[in-house]
């Protein structure tokens, strides 16, 4: 038995922030009802990778039924009304106060439902101060400072994924599950609230903690990590990048005695501790490179491996495809082809291995919906 199974989930998503959260509770065995415009969730159009469809949508939608419904007709208001009824979970990231306005506010929906769990997600939350901001992940990035510290010394960069929005399903999923817990236990619902950017903020922590009281935030350091060194990516005469990370004085010792096999640079006044390293970030590495520029990338690795020094390879997406440690799974697209995807990143190791339900077609699952939770078969 799945750990969710049972538990119906009512959600008003679009993108990618609420489906991933929902995807999530879709595979613990929750029964999630995805409400979509006519037009379906705009994901659904977001390019067409997936054997013709959304490589976004495919991927955070399996296991979903989807219905189309206009809830400001009052037919389709009614039916809503009938399913969160039943709900344990509703969740929505439409636009801030769009819900309230169609009567489906959370403040209402609580009062009447005691026992339910609502999760709005939002771009920037509710305040006034930020009122008609639309809070999309790249924008979120840029507003947040993420954008500010990414990407090289002569260029801002985007984090390479939607890192706003998945942090914030993650963290809604997380929210959730507290919930359902607290519900288990007491009968009591919840409200509960998550924003982009407050996602994005909790994450810049350490870069702000360090420009309201230390010497500064960060500067963009490309593949270097801006706090410890050495931690960055280092090429071969192959032209090959190698990133090496050193986390104690142990690690340099060693990386210097056994891999550079100069142990006299580890002792050099410069280098003896971290904060030296890091001060002297430049004039190290021009060492590290005098030894490392003589070696290829699987002799410099080899060494790397021997020595106990943790080490990557700065690969390209088509390596990821080809990674011995990528797990993957089966899914349907709505068409009915079949992808091969990521596995969920959590394992049940005493479960077997499923392929996932499928990805719905837009209001696949309509009629049905509105036969089970017709008003009148309610009230009968």
Same mark, same amino acid.
Request: hydrophobic share 40%; proline share 5%; aromatic share 6%.
């Given at each position: 038995?799945?750990?969710?199974?049972?538990?119906?989930?009512?959600?008003?998503?679009?993108?990618?922030?609420?489906?991933?959260?929902?995807?999530?509770?879709?595979?613990?065995?929750?029964?999630?009802?995805?409400?979509?415009?006519?037009?379906?969730?705009?994901?659904?159009?977001?390019?067409?990778?997936?054997?013709?469809?959304?490589?976004?949508?495919?991927?955070?939608?399996?296991?979903?039924?989807?219905?189309?419904?206009?809830?400001?007709?009052?037919?389709? !208001? *009614?039916? @809503? /009304? %009938?399913?969160?009824?039943? &709900?344990?979970?509703?969740?929505?990231?439409?636009?801030?106060?769009? $819900?309230?306005?169609?009567?489906?506010?959370?403040?209402?929906?609580?009062?009447?439902?005691?026992?339910?769990?609502?999760?709005?997600?939002?771009?920037?939350?509710?305040?006034?101060?930020?009122?008609?901001?639309?809070?999309?992940?790249?924008?979120?990035?840029?507003?947040?400072?993420?954008?500010?510290?990414?990407?090289?010394?002569?260029?801002?960069?985007?984090?390479?994924?939607?890192?706003?929005?998945?942090?914030?399903?993650?963290?809604?999923? !997380? *929210?959730? @599950? /507290? %919930?359902?817990?607290?519900? &288990?236990?007491?009968?009591?619902?919840?409200?509960?609230?998550?924003? $982009?950017?407050?996602?994005?903020?909790?994450?810049?922590?350490?870069?702000?903690?360090?420009?309201?009281?230390?010497?500064?935030?960060?500067?963009?350091?490309?593949?270097?990590?801006?706090?410890?060194?050495?931690?960055?990516?280092?090429?071969?005469?192959?032209?090959?990048?190698?990133?090496?990370?050193?986390?104690?004085?142990?690690?340099?010792?060693?990386?210097?005695?056994?891999?550079?096999?100069?142990?006299?640079?580890?002792?050099?006044?410069?280098?003896?501790?971290?904060?030296?390293?890091?001060?002297?970030?430049?004039?190290?590495?021009?060492?590290?490179?005098?030894?490392?520029?003589?070696?290829?990338?699987?002799?410099?690795?080899?060494?790397?491996?021997?020595?106990?020094?943790?080490?990557?390879?700065?690969?390209?997406?088509?390596?990821?495809?080809?990674?011995?440690?990528?797990?993957?799974?089966?899914?349907?697209?709505?068409?009915?082809?079949?992808?091969?995807?990521?596995?969920?990143?959590?394992?049940?190791?005493?479960?077997?291995?499923?392929?996932?339900?499928?990805?719905?077609?837009?209001?696949?699952?309509?009629?049905?919906?509105?036969?089970?939770?017709?008003?009148?078969?309610?009230?009968?």
């Amino acid at each position: 038995m799945k750990p969710l199974e049972g538990c119906l989930v009512i959600a008003i998503e679009q993108a990618v922030a609420a489906p991933l959260c929902t995807a999530r509770l879709a595979e613990a065995g929750a029964r999630v009802i995805k409400i979509e415009r006519p037009e379906g969730d705009f994901a659904r159009g977001y390019d067409t990778a997936a054997n013709g469809e959304s490589s976004y949508f495919i991927w955070i939608n399996q296991g979903k039924e989807s219905a189309v419904l206009n809830f400001k007709e009052p037919g389709d !208001a *009614a039916l @809503l /009304e %009938a399913m969160i009824a039943q &709900a344990d979970v509703v969740i929505q990231n439409l636009a801030p106060g769009a $819900l309230t306005r169609a009567g489906f506010g959370s403040e209402r929906l609580r009062k009447d439902y005691p026992g339910l769990i609502t999760c709005d997600i939002s771009g920037y939350g509710e305040s006034e101060a930020m009122e008609g901001m639309k809070g999309y992940d790249l924008l979120v990035q840029a507003e947040s400072g993420l954008v500010g510290i990414s990407g090289g010394p002569g260029e801002v960069g985007r984090i390479g994924v939607s890192v706003c929005d998945v942090g914030t399903g993650m963290t809604a999923h !997380a *929210a959730i @599950l /507290e %919930a359902l817990y607290r519900k &288990a236990r007491t009968g009591e619902g919840a409200a509960l609230k998550l924003s $982009l950017f407050d996602m994005a903020a909790e994450w810049m922590t350490v870069p702000l903690i360090h420009s309201d009281f230390g010497a500064g935030a960060p500067t963009r350091q490309g593949l270097r990590h801006p706090s410890i060194a050495p931690y960055g990516a280092y090429r071969t005469k192959d032209g090959i990048d190698t990133l090496i990370s050193i986390q104690n004085e142990r690690e340099w010792h060693r990386l210097c005695a056994q891999v550079f096999l100069c142990p006299e640079m580890a002792t050099d006044p410069r280098y003896e501790n971290n904060s030296l390293r890091v001060t002297n970030r430049n004039a190290m590495d021009a060492d590290i490179l005098a030894v490392v520029g003589k070696l290829t990338a699987d002799e410099f690795r080899s060494r790397l491996l021997e020595a106990g020094i943790a080490f990557a390879g700065v690969n390209s997406v088509e390596q990821l495809s080809a990674h011995r440690a990528l797990r993957r799974r089966s899914v349907a697209t709505c068409e009915g082809t079949r992808i091969d995807l990521p596995a969920p990143p959590v394992q049940w190791v005493e479960d077997s291995v499923e392929d996932a339900a499928g990805t719905p077609r837009i209001g696949a699952h309509t009629n049905a919906l509105r036969a089970e939770f017709s008003p009148a078969r309610q009230e009968g």
